[in-house]
């Protein structure tokens, strides 16, 4: 007997997943959500397929109680969890349909009333071998709204009798509040519980300007806790850290040629267009009814309960979509920012927006980062020996991370939750400072070590790629470098240590279309990033070509992936061209920055993302090797960050080794030599 895949292994209820309506409509569910990567329409896609029903019978609804838990939506793993998921229960629900008709041949919507589909899956159904949908450019089920100003986001709701809320945030990490006695206008209510703050009101305008007043005539107790933004590199390697053993193949060989480097990246920001928001109502019983745009509905209602001591059954958590983020950003705490907030007016909904200072300042960021790499090199170019040591804060501080709910406003209550810092995934999902840390490549002796950072002042948590970001930025690098030192070509040194028939397609179809080898203009540089993100997931080349006068500017990204079985084509292509995107944007301008007690870029002159001016022409070559389907989301965020800083050494002839590569550190780069 064949296994249920592990989403539907977890919910293997049927009817949790799909719904047949008496007019013919298919409704389902999944545990994912969507944000912005498109795959409530590929879901929509396979479902449809499988039914062997038009793509417009079918509708998906909400994550949420009433259908499956399947967790996060993380790590690229919609498709290869979710997906098989739902393909073998749509299989289910076409032959309990085709069994009660009797025929092959028969209608849905004649049948609806008459098939009961709460009952386990199968997991021997056969499956249908033919495709219509899967593998063609479905156009997505989001985008029309968003393309006209349709109501549609979590920003938009307006439940009956809403209200608005504002939580009002401390000065500075740890500061705790000593007094507030705002005069307040009618109609505006003020909440304190402990150092949480927050004010609620029919006028929204009117509540955005209370919750100023009530900002200035608070008082606050404040120390520094916060490292010299200068040294975080020192920083980092204090401890004390958990060491992770990622591979050790035994001593390095005698002899050989060594080269050294050392790479690193600052904290980032989410920096999403949206701020974060949360829809909350408190009901009798002290049961609550949320909407919130997190990437883990269910585990968010569970961490809700663990913080105020409710009963998890009585927390009920549904996804509403608002601008994606990629990661753990401020959602969860918008959410139980309403929560808070609701339970000061039971029954009646009120709905929290974070500003856009907050959102900065206060939501979790990505760490930072540094890489001490070394190797060996033969007489004949090649690698003998690779030493890897990465030291970064951990990577999750999502809901019921390390045991604790992990909400911002749960550490302002009396008594304040006391949370430790971040972790990191397991390795078997992927793991966290040391994602992609291990090379993709065939490497003898390898020595790779992750010191996680295991107390820290500044809250980080999963951004996407999580660790990859870095990892592979540093060892894409050292192989442009170790390629320099042996006299080779960085493509043709790649190729050398690769035995991968579907890592080499990429590298060769990305620097195909970039005419890899053909000469530039001074000034101008072509290069090269590479990874299998995990080591398990999707294949990603990156061709950076770039311009470097006064500034960086990056002229276009050639991109060729394998992500196995295609499902939409030109879903694949968005999320290459949003990632890469993305990741220009962190290798290019983005830093956190602070002083020793403030979070100092909250808006976007001090925080700048890429503008559109800056915006690279994305070419994207998408291979379909027909084997199992997996992730594309985070496939380019390592290889791009590489291929550009490649492209500027090959553009400039100076290696600049710590992100972002701003033109303050190519001098600093250029006056070190």
Known sequence: MAELPKSLAANPVVGRWIQVGADGTIAVRVGKVELGQGIVTALAQIAADELGVGIAAVRMLPAGPAGPDEGLTAGSMSIMDSGTAVRIAAANVRELFAAAAGKADFSYAEWAARVDLDVPADPDVPLRQTHEL?????????????????????????????????????????????????????????????????????????????????????????HDTLPDEDELDKFLRAGPHETIMVADDGEEPPGGSTVRATYSRPFVAHASMAPSCGVAVWRADDQVDVWSHSQGVFLLGRAIAGALRLDPAGVRVEHAENAGCYGHNAADDAAFDAVLLARAVPGTPVQV??????????APFGSAMTADVSATLTAEGR???????????????????????????????????????????????????????????????????????IESPIRSSAMRALGAFLNVFAIESFMDEAALAAGLDPLEFRLAHLGDPRGRRVLETAAEAADWGRPRPEGVGLGLGYARYKGRGAYCAVVAEVEAENEVRLRRLHIAVDVGQVVNPDGVRNQLEGGATQA???????????????????????????????????????????????????????????AIGNAVAAAIGVRVRDLPLTTEAIVAAIERG
Request: aromatic fraction near 8%; proline fraction near 10%.
């Open 353 to 362: 927006l974070w500003s856009r200072q907050d959102e900065l300042a206060w």
């Open 584 to 642: 220009a944007s962190w290798t290019l301008v983005e830093r956190v920055r602070f002083d020793r007690r403030h979070v100092t870029s909250d808006t976007w002159e001090s925080y700048p993302i890429l503008r559109f001016s800056q915006t690279p022409a994305v070419d994207v070559t998408v291979i379909d090797s027909r084997e199992k389907s997996v992730g594309a989301g985070e496939a380019a965020q390592g290889p791009t960050p590489a």
């Open 383 to 453: 690698l003998s020996s690779w030493q890897y040591d990465v030291y970064s804060q951990g990577h999750t501080a999502r809901p019921g991370y390390a045991g604790v709910p992990g909400l911002f406003s749960a550490t302002l209550l009396d008594p304040p939750a006391d949370y430790p810092a971040a972790v990191d995934p397991p390795a078997a999902a992927g793991a966290g400072s040391t994602r992609n840390a291990l090379p993709g490549y065939d490497l003898p002796r390898r020595r790779i070590t992750g010191h996680r950072l």
């Open 134 to 222: 899967v593998g063609t450019d479905v156009p997505r089920f989001d985008l029309p709204d968003k393309v006209y100003g349709r109501p549609r986001y979590i920003q938009d709701m307006r439940l009956p009798g809403q209200l608005f809320g504002r939580a009002i945030k401390p000065p500075s990490p740890g500061a705790r509040l000593l007094s507030v006695e705002p005069a307040l206008p009618g109609g505006v209510t003020l909440v304190r519980e402990g150092s949480f703050l927050g004010v609620i009101g029919a006028d929204e305008a009117g509540v955005v300007r209370a919750a100023e007043t009530v900002r200035r005539a608070a008082r606050w107790a404040e």
